[in-house]
């Protein structure tokens, strides 16, 4: 196995680590948050947004790692690319 390769490797681990930790504190912190009956202002819009906004970025991220792309043909400069 390769530099390269190991590298890569402890990207998508790191990568699907770091997705299992928001995951985790999203399920320790959702039961307040469901029991909170304030009204919507500014401030808990920022929250709800600083909240769910992330989880579609590290979604897409993980997805980036761990999918294969050596069978798609329109992927194959975005696949030399990345695994070097």
Not at 34 to 48: K, N
Request: glycine share 4%; aromatic share 12%.
């Amino acid at each position: 196995m390769s530099a390269a390769s190991t590298g890569l490797q402890m990207a998508q681990y790191f990568t699907v680590g770091a997705m299992t930790v928001a995951i985790y504190d999203y399920c320790l912190t959702i039961a307040p948050e469901v029991q909170c009956e304030l009204r919507w202002t500014v401030i808990r819009v920022t929250f709800t947004l600083a909240r769910y906004v992330p989880f579609i970025g590290v979604a897409m991220t993980t997805y980036a790692a761990v999918a294969d792309r050596s069978k798609c043909k329109s992927c194959s400069t975005y696949n030399s690319v990345s695994n070097g």
